[in-house]
């Protein structure tokens, strides 16, 4: 007999799964379908979490073989132990998709496995890999399919040489030499890590700046602190081939009008990520995409098919984890008669590198573009007495406010604890404050966040442990 359900779900990522937990709290009948063999999408299984803990193992190396001298910390001999650092990895990861299989059943959510097919409005088939299809009967369809690595035509994947980030997570031993193409937030990340891990690292980016979207002053300065870890790179550089001869790599690339040749022995295409929807809409159902092959939808989640919503990195925006859950649990509120809604100016994005990299809202160059009548107020962490002690000085925050209401307009911030020191700026510019509410906002002392209070502050250039404005 056909099950049915008030909501089901294709794809569980952190767009799905979320949109599942919520949809279950609101008492909907909700169904999960995954085609792969654990919960939690690109995210949990070979995207943020994998590479965060990657990113954390790493540093904690760089700061016993760098760092720790400082602080009268003598460490001998520092040195790695690959296979157990991934799998304290693999560990981390399985503790979390096993966590949100256990929050599916919590929320009395049932789990498919196998790829979902929308075979009719309301109708969902699932193909299991044991062989065996189902049909699942729904008031509403949630496509939550999520993205796949951008392929370039002359580097195709083959796994080995030339990799994805999937790939890039799992090296068993880091490679002599790797050639990072695409200087974004996974280049910039899986490429730390491998540095730090004594890969020779060689990042080439096409544009005449690294992390895109991100400020450009403070990711001017990200690129100088990765150069001083060893990392090289090769900016306005358009690679046009890749080679492989036995098992090394030449890529050919054109650097102000001058041919580069580039030897490695692995190299990771990090150029982007694109909508995965394949297969996941028969034709004739007639779901509409935009040029990019993004699904569309309406600010309430919905396709040009009632009763058909799609969410997360298969819809346009930045194709982040929090966005994708915000998103899902918007979705499932709306499909249970709520007013569910995401706030699309309060969502940061943060590379994870050593200093991080963490912006929300407008940068400056975006302000200016605008035509808007803005100010600047910043505070770098050399003036701040947490950063000092921490003996972790390099970064700054940076405002940017508008000049006559004062309203943030954006924030951003360089810091080894950026990702976190960010959230207070998006909670303000969520309830519409301003660098004056951040300023007169007592924090405690000694802390990292004063540099925020200050950067506030010094919107209108009175920060308070500063000589030069
Ligand atoms: P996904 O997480 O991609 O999940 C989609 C799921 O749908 C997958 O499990 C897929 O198997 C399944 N699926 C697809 N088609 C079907 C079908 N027909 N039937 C059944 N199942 C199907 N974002 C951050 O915010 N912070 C980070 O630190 C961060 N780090 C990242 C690091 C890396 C290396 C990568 C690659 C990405 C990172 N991201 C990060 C981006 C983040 O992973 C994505 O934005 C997020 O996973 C998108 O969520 P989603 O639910 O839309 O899709
Ligand atoms: P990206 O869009 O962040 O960066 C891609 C970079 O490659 C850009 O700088 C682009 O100019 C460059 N590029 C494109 N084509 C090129 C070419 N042919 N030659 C040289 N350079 C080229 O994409 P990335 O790093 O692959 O990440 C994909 C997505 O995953 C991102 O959109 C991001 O949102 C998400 N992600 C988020 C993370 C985080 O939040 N910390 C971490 C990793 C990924």
């Known amino acids: 007999m056909m099950e049915k359900f008030d909501v089901v779900i294709i794809g569980s990522g952190p767009g799905g799964y979320i949109a599942a937990i919520r949809?279950?709290?609101?008492?909907?009948?909700?169904?999960?379908?995954?085609?792969?063999?654990?919960?939690?999408?690109?995210?949990?299984?070979?995207?943020?979490?994998?590479?965060?803990?990657?990113?954390?193992?790493?540093?904690?190396?760089?700061?016993?073989?760098?760092?720790?001298?400082?602080?009268?910390?003598?460490?001998?001999?520092?040195?790695?132990?690959?296979?157990?650092?991934?799998?304290?990895?693999?560990?981390v990861v399985k503790t979390f998709t096993g966590g949100v299989r256990a929050l599916m059943k919590t929320n009395k959510v049932t789990t498919f496995e196998g790829i979902g097919t929308i075979i009719a409005p309301g109708k969902v088939s699932v193909k299991s890999s044991k062989g065996g299809t189902q049909e699942l009967e729904t008031k509403n369809i949630v496509i939550a399919t999520g993205s796949a690595p951008v392929e370039l035509p002359f580097a195709k994947f083959d796994g080995k040489t030339i990799v994805s980030s999937t790939e890039a997570l799992t090296f068993a031993e880091a490679p002599k030499k790797l050639l990072v193409i695409g200087a974004g937030a996974i280049g910039l990340e899986l490429g730390s890590v491998w540095n730090r891990l004594g890969s020779e690292v060689t990042m080439l980016e096409f544009l005449p700046r690294i992390a895109l979207g991100f400020d450009l002053e403070l990711s001017n300065l990200l690129q100088r602190l990765l150069t001083a870890q060893g990392i090289t790179f090769h900016l306005e550089t358009k690679v046009s081939a890749v080679k492989i001869d036995n098992g090394a790599v030449t890529a050919t690339a054109t650097k102000s009008g001058e041919e580069l040749k580039f030897k490695a022995d692995k190299v990771l295409v990090s150029v982007g990520r694109r909508p995965f929807s394949e297969g996941v809409c028969a034709e004739k159902i007639g779901v509409e995409f935009d040029d990019r092959k993004r699904i569309k939808v309406d600010k309430h989640f919905r396709t040009n098919v009632e009763g058909i919503y799609a969410i997360g990195d298969v819809i346009a925006g930045p194709m982040l984890a929090h966005k994708a859950e915000d998103e899902g649990i918007a979705c499932a509120e709306i499909i249970a008669g709520k007013a569910g809604h995401v706030n699309y100016d309060a969502i940061a994005g943060v590379i994870y590198t050593n200093p991080e990299l963490a912006g929300v809202g407008l940068t400056e160059d975006q302000a200016k573009e605008k035509g808007i009548d803005y100010g600047v107020g910043k505070f770098p962490f050399r003036a701040n007495s947490r950063a000092l002690c921490n003996e972790d000085v390099d970064g700054m925050v940076k405002f940017v406010a508008d000049s006559k209401t004062d309203r943030i307009l954006g924030a951003h911030i360089l810091q080894h604890a950026a990702s976190e020191l960010i959230a207070e700026a998006v909670s303000v510019i969520e309830f519409g404050g301003s660098s004056e509410d951040i300023g007169r906002t007592c924090h405690s002392h000694p802390t990292l966040s004063e540099a925020v209070k200050e950067a506030a502050l010094n919107v209108e250039k009175r920060a308070l442990h500063i000589m030069n404005r």
């Open 23 to 91: 949809a279950g709290q609101l008492g909907l009948k909700t169904a999960l379908v995954e085609k792969d063999k654990e919960l939690g999408g690109t995210c949990l299984n070979i995207g943020c979490i994998p590479s965060k803990a990657l990113l954390t193992s790493s540093d904690h190396f760089m700061f016993a073989k760098k760092e720790a001298a400082k602080h009268g910390i003598m460490i001998d001999g520092a040195h790695v132990d690959l296979g157990k650092m991934q799998q304290r990895k693999d560990k």
